[in-house]
């Protein structure tokens, strides 16, 4: 078991990069919002999942048409040697490699950097990096965790590896003004001026009941006008307009 599936070419995952994305099966969080909540256990699965030799072939077969390959899931390091593997077939292959991590796996993360396996790190910081704030929002108490993979900018910097930091939020359940001024506040301490995404929650493509309405484009601006206090790069992320500077 390794992948549920992929998108052999996708514009939106790595900007200024054509990337093939591969989902990853299995995540230690239970985020409600989980649009990937396929991949949690292989018992929801409706199909077989690809096995390591068909992701290689699928890889091979768009790599002249690709930059990068990116690393999602579920959670792309737990099933970390199959990671590592494929990372490794796709330097071979002279692509970049992308990883979109929830952050649980702190010293995984670390072991890919000084393998020098991984070019760019988008990382979600889902909550308040609090242990109730956590439970709430991903089922886990993995604050302390994450604080540790933010920690890790600086040895990214050291190896030229990209790293951003993204929040998912949904109105009445994460990213009320307070909690965005929080994370933001924390990012800065722990791994200083980052590129910080606010995402806009889809709810129809959520895995439990969410409030019924996203956050609006301008509702974003004002979250992320809160964000600029303390991080010089940041974005919103909205379905109508894809990714803006604010
Ligand atoms: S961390 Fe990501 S993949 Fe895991 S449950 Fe949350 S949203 Fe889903």
Known sequence: MTAKNIIPLSM????????????LMGCPMRCPYCHNHQLLNAGQLSSEPANIEEIESEIKT?????????????????????????AEFAHKLGLLVGVQTNGYYTDRIKQMIE??????ICMDVKA????DAYLRISGVDAANRVSESL???ELCKENEIG???????FPDFIGSP???QLIAESIREIAGDVRYIIQQGIPEHAWKDMPERAYTRDELISLAQIARQFLSD?????????????
């Open 12 to 23: 939106v995952d790595w900007t200024g990069h054509a990337v093939t994305v591969v989902f």
């Open 62 to 86: 768009t790599s002249p048409f690709i930059s990068a390959v990116v690393f999602s899931g579920g959670e792309c390091f737990q099933q970390f040697d199959a990671l590592l593997h494929l």
């Open 115 to 120: 393998k020098h396996l991984v070019d760019q």
């Open 128 to 131: 308040p990096l609090e242990r």
């Open 151 to 153: 920690g890790l900018y």
């Open 163 to 169: 790293f951003e930091i993204r929040t998912t939020v």
């Open 178 to 180: 307070q909690e965005i």
């Open 234 to 246: 940041v974005r919103i992320r909205t379905k109508e307009s894809g990714e803006e500077c604010v």
